[in-house]
């Protein structure tokens, strides 16, 4: 069974970075895009950030903008998500997550568009 196993996370201060990676057991992941998602207490998943599968493109959103940078290492099997000024409000579970609809699409920004998670990985950003 493919599977999407995410690294990364941890406790961090407010301005602090931290780099999250998704590692797919399987190289059928690198013809799909890919996106992370959170989810903070008492709220629902919410999407961050995706990129399709040749890495041309990239979509997030609004909140972390300028902050955040979705990326992929094909070679590696692996998708990355760089964090960099963080706020106490990016405080969540992360999770990565496979597009595995064929043919390959080059958008993918909702829940149902990913059809593959990850267990996530908590974030927590410290004032």
């Known amino acids: 069974q493919v599977q999407l196993v995410e690294s990364g996370g941890g406790l961090v201060q407010v301005g602090d970075s931290l780099r999250l990676s998704c590692t797919a057991s399987?190289?059928?992941?690198?013809?799909?895009?890919m996106g992370w998602f959170r989810q903070a207490p008492g709220k629902e998943r919410e999407f961050v950030a995706s990129?399709?599968?040749?890495?041309?493109?990239?979509y997030y959103t609004d909140s972390v903008k300028g902050r955040f940078t979705i990326s992929r290492d094909n070679a590696k099997n692996t998708v990355y998500l760089q964090m960099n000024s963080l706020k106490p409000e990016d405080t969540a579970v992360y999770y990565c997550?496979?597009?595995?609809?064929?043919?390959?699409?080059?958008?993918?920004?909702?829940?149902?568009?990913?059809?593959?998670w990850g267990q996530g990985t908590q974030v927590t950003v410290s004032s």
């Open positions: 399987a190289r059928t992941f690198n013809s799909a895009a």
């Open positions: 990129i399709s599968w040749g890495g041309t493109s990239t």
């Open positions: 997550a496979g597009d595995t609809r064929l043919p390959p699409r080059q958008k993918a920004t909702t829940i149902t568009d990913f059809k593959v």
